[in-house]
C-alpha cells in the first residue's frame, strides 16, 4: 500500500529545525488519518525515529496509536540519551590518555551529536568513529588494550570477546580502508559494549593521502580533534556513498537511510559556510571524488531540496548519473544496477532482494 502522506511526513519531519512554512505543511498533513505504525517501522529502519518523534511534540496529535508509539520512542531516547552518555565517557578516557600530537579525529556520529545535534535524544549511533594515521596505529593500540579494547566479536552467552579468525585479520589488514573495530566489555545497564572503529582510507583503493591531507590540517579544539567543514563534509559524503554502492552494506541494510542524508543536510545548513563549500568542490574534484559528493548531494535534493544542492551538483560537471543506482564494484566480475528505484529502496524494510548473487569476501566477514 503505497503510503505518501506518510513519508512526506517523515521527510519533513528528519530535521533539526523546523521553519513556519514547514510546520503549516505537517499541519496539514497531520489532520489526514494516518499510520503511525507505518511511521514508527519505517524511522526505525531509517534510524529518524528519536528524531522524527521529538518533532512531532510540537503538534496536537489526538491519536491512541500515536499516543502508544510516542511513549515507546520516549523511552528510547531515554534509553539512549544514557547509552550516549556511558560512550562519550568513554571516549573522554581515551581521547585524554593520547597523546596532543596523535592526531585521533572524530567523524560521523561520533562529532555530530556533540557539535550539531546538540542532544543525547535525538540521534543514535551504534559506535565511534575515528580518522587516523597508519604511523600512529602502534600507539593508538596500545592505548586502547591498556584501557581493555581489543579486537574481536563480542559473545553475549559468554560475555566474552572472542578473536577474529586470521582469515579476516588478513582481509582487514590487505584489502580494507579500515581496522577491524575496537571492542570493550563495559558492563552497566546502559551500554553492555563500546565499540570504536578506525579509518586510514576514504574508500577501497585504500590510499591513505587523502585522509593525510585531512589530519595534517585538523585543529585542536576543546581537547578534541576536528576536521575543517570542508573535509567532514567530504568524509560523509564518501562514506555514504561508500555504504549505498556496495553489496555487503545492502546485505546487511545499511545502504541507504534516512538519518545519513539528515546529517549531510543539518551540517551544510548549520555548519558551513559558502566558501566551505567552494572548498569541498575543490578538494572532491582534486581528488577525484565527485562521484561521492554528487551521489550524496542528489538525494539530499530528493529527500529535502533546502535550495543549496543545485550548486554543488552543477559544479561537478558530471552528466551521466547512471552511477548513482550501480552497485558491487570490486565485489563482482561487473557492476550491478539497482532494480528498484531511490524512494522504494529508501522506504523498503530492506533492500536484500537487490543481491542474488553473494559478493567477494561475504563468508569471512
Request: overall charge neutral.
Amino acid at each position: 500500500m503505497v503510503k505518501e502522506t506518510e513519508k512526506k511526513l517523515i521527510c519533513l519531519l528528519s530535521r533539526i529545525n523546523l521553519n513556519e512554512n514547514e510546520k503549516k505543511e505537517i499541519s496539514h498533513l497531520l489532520e489526514q488519518k494516518i499510520s503511525w505504525t507505518y511511521i514508527f517501522d519505517v524511522t526505525l529502519k531509517n534510524k529518524c525515529h528519536l528524531l522524527v518523534f521529538e518533532n512531532l511534540k510540537k503538534f496536537e496529535i489526538e491519536s491512541d496509536e500515536y499516543s502508544k508509539y510516542s511513549q515507546i520512542v520516549r523511552c528510547m531516547s531515554f534509553y539512549n540519551f544514557y547509552n550516549l552518555k556511558s560512550k562519550y565517557e568513554e571516549l573522554n578516557i581515551f581521547l585524554e590518555k593520547l597523546p596532543k600530537e596523535i592526531k585521533v579525529v572524530p567523524v560521523k556520529g561520533s562529532h555530530l551529536i556533540k557539535n550539531m545535534y546538540k542532544s543525547f535524544y535525538i540521534r543514535a549511533t551504534n559506535d565511534f568513529d575515528f580518522l587516523f594515521k597508519k604511523e600512529d596505529l602502534p600507539t593508538i593500540k596500545n592505548i586502547l588494550n591498556n584501557l581493555g579494547y581489543y579486537q574481536g566479536d563480542y559473545d553475549s552467552k559468554t560475555n566474552t570477546i572472542i578473536p577474529f579468525n586470521a582469515k579476516k585479520r588478513i582481509l582487514y589488514n590487505t584489502k580494507m580502508y579500515n581496522l577491524l573495530p575496537y571492542i570493550k566489555i563495559v558492563n552497566n545497564d546502559a551500554l553492555k559494549i563500546n565499540l570504536f572503529d578506525f579509518s586510514h582510507s576514504l574508500d577501497f583503493d585504500l590510499k591513505n593521502n587523502i585522509v593525510e591531507e585531512m589530519i595534517d590540517v585538523a585543529y585542536f579544539d576543546n581537547g578534541v580533534w576536528k576536521l575543517k567543514p570542508a573535509h567532514f563534509f567530504i568524509h560523509m559524503c564518501c562514506h555514504h556513498y561508500r555504504e549505498g554502492s556496495h553489496a555487503s552494506w545492502i546485505l546487511i541494510g545499511k545502504d541507504l537511510n534516512i538519518i545519513k542524508f539528515c546529517d549531510v543536510r543539518e551540517y551544510v545548513v548549520n555548519c558551513m559556510k559558502h566558501d566551505d563549500i567552494l572548498e569541498a568542490i575543490n578538494f572532491a574534484k582534486k581528488h577525484n571524488l565527485q562521484k561521492a559528493v554528487y551521489f550524496t548531494i542528489y538525494f539530499v535534493k530528493e529527500i529535502y531540496n533546502t535550495g543549496f544542492e543545485d550548486e554543488i551538483l552543477n559544479s561537478l560537471d558530471i552528466s551521466d548519473e547512471s552511477f548513482l543506482y550501480e552497485y558491487g564494484e570490486n565485489e563482482y566480475d561487473e557492476v550491478k544496477t539497482r532494480k528498484k528505484d531511490f524512494w522504494t529502496s529508501l522506504f523498503d524494510r530492506n533492500n536484500k532482494d537487490e543481491i542474488q548473487e553473494l559478493p567477494k569476501y561475504t563468508a569471512i566477514l
